[in-house]
DNA sequence: CACTTGACCTGTCCGC
DNA sequence: TGCGGACAGGTCAAGT
C-alpha cells in the first residue's frame, strides 16, 4: 500500500519534524522488526542528531550525524507517525490525532532528546527498519539493483519504453511491479496508470507499441504526481508522518471501485487476477492487443 | 536465464 | 453467533 506517493508523503513530512532533533532512546518489540545488534543501536543511533530524511524507491531514508541511516521499508501496513512531546498523554486535548501511540502494532518506538516520539507501527509485520553507515547505502543489494525514480528528468518516456524490454514475454502489470524494471510503483498506481493508457494489464510487453508505451509513462506520471498532491492513497492503514490519511482513492479511477461504472464509458468495473493480484480494470477501454 | 508462484504476517470480510 | 477460508499486497526465495 505504501507505493511512491505513500513513502513521498511521509518523507515530506518528516523532513520537516526530524531534522535537528537528538534521538535519546530507541526501544523495539522483536529483533525482525530492527535487525541491527542492540550494541549498533547503542553506538551509532543513540545520541545522534537527525540530519535528513530521503526516499529512493519505496524505502525511507533518515540520515544521522553518525555517519549511520535508518533504512525503513513500510511494505504493506508500516507507518511512521511522529508526535510531539506536546501531544503526548492519554487525556491531552490534542492526542486525539489517530488514538493514543504507542498501540498494538508499534514495532519501534524512537523518542528524541525533546521528549518528541517517532512511532514505528506495522500491523503485518512486514516492514522493518535497518541501520547501515550512509555510505554503504548504495551498496546494498535493493539499491543495486532497483530501477529509475519515475519523477526524475532523466526518467524519458524513452527510458521507460527501453527499460520495459527487459521483460519482453512478460504482461506488463507484472513489470510495472517490477521494482528493477522501474522504482516506486505497486498495486495501485499499476491499475491506475493502466486504466489511463488504456492497456489490458494482461498484455504481454511485447505486443505493446512505442505509442502505448508513451501513453502509459504519462499517465503513470499522472497519477503519480496527483497522488502526492492528495496526501497519497489511504486504502486501509496508510497514514502521513502526523497519523492523517490521504485523499487519492477518492480520485481513483479504478481501485477498489469494481461494480461502479468507468468514468470514462460508463462500462462496470471488474476485478480479475493479474501476476497474482487483485487488479481492476474496465473491461470496454481495456482490451488485449 | 526468464518468468511465475509461494511465504512472510495479521486483521477483516464473506459464506455457511 | 462462531468458524473457516479467502483476501489484502511489497519483496524475496523457491519453483517451473
Redesign the pocket.
Known amino acids: 500500500?505504501?507505493?511512491l506517493p505513500e513513502v513521498e508523503t511521509v518523507r515530506i513530512g518528516l523532513a520537516k519534524l526530524l531534522p535537528g532533533r537528538v534521538i535519546q532512546e530507541v526501544v523495539f518489540d522483536t529483533p525482525?522488526s530492527f535487525p541491527n545488534a542492540p550494541n549498533d543501536v547503542a553506538n551509532f543511533v543513540v545520541g545522534a542528531k537527525v540530519v535528513l530524511v530521503a526516499r529512493r524507491?519505496?524505502?525511507l531514508l533518515i540520515e544521522l550525524s553518525s555517519k549511520y541511516s535508518l533504512v525503513i521499508?513500510?511494505?504493506?501496513?508500516g507507518q511512521l507517525v511522529f508526535r510531539g512531546e506536546q501531544t503526548f498523554g492519554a487525556g491531552h486535548p490534542n492526542d486525539s490525532l489517530v488514538g493514543k501511540l504507542p498501540d498494538?502494532?508499534t514495532r519501534v518506538t524512537i523518542t528524541f532528546k525533546d521528549g518528541s516520539k517517532l512511532f514505528f507501527n506495522d500491523?503485518?509485520?512486514?516492514g522493518w527498519i535497518r541501520l547501515f553507515p550512509t555510505a554503504e547505502v548504495p551498496n546494498i543489494?535493493?539499491f543495486k539493483?532497483?530501477g529509475p525514480e519515475p519523477l526524475e528528468a532523466s526518467f524519458t518516456p524513452e527510458v521507460f519504453y527501453e527499460r520495459l524490454q527487459?521483460?519482453?514475454?512478460?504482461?506488463i502489470k507484472?513489470?510495472l511491479?517490477?521494482?528493477?524494471v522501474l522504482a516506486?510503483?505497486?498495486?495501485?498506481y499499476?491499475d491506475e496508470g493502466l486504466w489511463g493508457a488504456k492497456i489490458h494489464p494482461k498484455t504481454l510487453?511485447?505486443n505493446i507499441s512505442q505509442t502505448q508505451s508513451d501513453a502509459l509513462y504519462k499517465a503513470l506520471i499522472d497519477v503519480l504526481k496527483l497522488s502526492i498532491k492528495t496526501g497519497g492513497a489511504t486504502?486501509?492503514n496508510y497514514v502521513n508522518a502526523e497519523g492523517k490519511k490521504g485523499s487519492y482513492i477518492s480520485f481513483a479511477k479504478v481501485?477498489?471501485r469494481e461494480g461502479k461504472p468507468c468514468p470514462r464509458c460508463g462500462t462496470i468495473i471488474e476485478?480479475i487476477?493479474v501476476?497474482?493480484?487483485?487488479t481492476h480494470i474496465c473491461p470496454q477501454c481495456q482490451q488485449i492487443t
Do not use: C, W, Y
Open positions: 500500500m505504501p507505493e525482525k524507491a519505496k524505502v521499508h513500510l511494505k504493506m501496513t498494538r502494532t500491523q503485518r509485520k512486514f543489494d535493493f539493483k532497483v527487459r521483460r519482453k514475454n512478460s504482461n507484472a513489470v511491479l517490477d521494482q528493477t516506486g510503483i505497486g498495486n495501485i499499476a510487453v511485447k486504502d486501509r481501485f477498489r476485478k487476477r501476476a497474482g493480484r487483485g
